[in-house]
């Protein structure tokens, strides 16, 4: 049985699911209109510009390698974390046209229980979060999309964690 | 405002009309536990409804709300009901994420706010429906 309320008749009428994909359609447009919205005025960003932030985000990901070494038990939370953290260094390595660069290895997790691990990692993704609120706040048209998605990914992290 | 503007403000506040209409139909059938938080949220919803008909009244006259929106699936228990407003924490995210490379300052920090707030509702009604992951890489990406 359905409960949603029967949808008004007539050419406006939006389904939920298409609204959506239209949606999509526009952030497309949006991500293009940020490169074509500053016209010449905007130079290609410097290779640098990201690379302190790329060198944390490696970090952070080794940091959760660390610890899933350390505490296999937690290998099934804290994967989908860790690739998200790889997935965003390759995005803006990507993104400024540099190289992606290779996580590291032997890196030793903070000593402590569990839960005392996980409520560390959620700290780090509070500050992470913070750090790529500023690069967003900071950043390119172009590169701030991809900086906002990174800073909510990481605020949603912080979430699941240590819960 | 430009015409690219107001495309992207407009498609936020579209987003945000829709999840409105998704608290809404979804309320009923969640348990006494998730309707604070689902309150919370669709309060937030309002919020931002409000300040993009406030800047959109400038340039243009903001849609308003659909009489009513065809959900994508049956909203019929709190499972279903969960995941519509998961979608609907889904579509403002990726409606959002379509404002912040035209905006700057306050404006930027307007979307990119409602990003992360989508992110993390949607994370927590994930996390309530048992829906794994429940974390996105790159919210408010078209996957």
Known sequence: MRSAPTPAPGPTRRVFLRTALGLAGVGALGALAGCEVLGGGELPPPPDELAGFITATVALGDRYDAVIKALPDLANRLEPIRNAHRAHVTALANAIGGPVPTPATGRQPAPGSSAEVLAALAEAERAARDEAIDACMAGSARLAPLLGAIAAARASHAEVVAA | ?143
């Open chain 2, 1 to 143: 405002m430009t015409a690219r503007d107001t495309d992207a403000y407009a498609a936020a506040l579209a987003a945000e009309h829709m999840a409105i209409f998704a608290y809404g139909v979804a309320g009923g059938r969640l348990d006494a536990a998730d309707k604070e938080p689902a309150r919370q949220a669709e309060s937030k919803h309002r919020d931002r409804r409000d300040a993009l008909v406030t800047r959109l009244a400038a340039a243009t006259t903001p849609s308003p709300a659909e009489p009513a929106y065809e959900t994508p699936f049956p909203v019929v228990d709190r499972q279903s009901a969960l995941r519509l407003l998961i979608a609907a924490e889904d579509a403002t995210a990726l409606a959002w994420r379509g404002v912040i490379g035209l905006a700057s300052g306050e404006e930027r920090r307007l979307a990119l706010d409602a990003l992360i707030a989508a992110a993390v509702q949607a994370t927590t009604w994930r996390r309530l429906a048992g829906v794994t992951p429940t974390t996105l890489a790159f919210p408010g990406s078209p996957e």
